[in-house]
């Protein structure tokens, strides 16, 4: 399974911002993908994920209703994270990841397959 992440780039504090994740390689709808974000000099953190047959989402914690939120196009082999209310500290490469099975999973190393990151930068 490959994995390209897409749609990062340089905005405004309060602007939107939808990122894809395209996956080629195998049809993934057993899987469960994940979006993470790693900032400079720090941990990658889990931000959402969704599994793909049946479209259950969940989300990290620090996650408020309604300022992220994952979806998918089993169609397009795509997931999507939309972002809303941007704050400068939502500045990160973000990456998504795939990973085969049940269960929801918020530990990068839980993850078999990651796609090349893609960088958000918010300004105050």
């Known amino acids: 399974v490959q994995l390209q992440a897409s749609g990062g780039g340089l905005v405004h504090a309060g602007d939107s911002l939808r990122l894809s994740c395209a996956a080629s390689?195998?049809?993934?709808?057993?899987?469960?993908v994940g979006w993470f974000r790693q900032a400079p000099g720090k941990e990658r953190e889990f931000v959402a994920a969704?599994?793909?047959?049946?479209?259950?989402?969940?989300y990290a914690d620090y996650v408020m209703p309604g300022r992220f939120t994952i979806s998918r196009d089993n169609a397009k082999n795509t997931v999507y994270l939309e972002m809303n209310s941007l704050k400068p500290e939502d500045t990160s490469v973000y990456y998504c990841?795939?990973?085969w099975g049940s269960g929801w999973r918020t530990r990068a190393y839980e993850y078999d397959f990651w796609g090349q990151g893609t960088q958000v930068t918010v300004s105050s």
């Open positions: 990841a795939a990973r």
């Open positions: 390689g195998r049809t993934i709808s057993s899987y469960a």
């Open positions: 969704i599994m793909l047959d049946y479209g259950n989402t969940y």
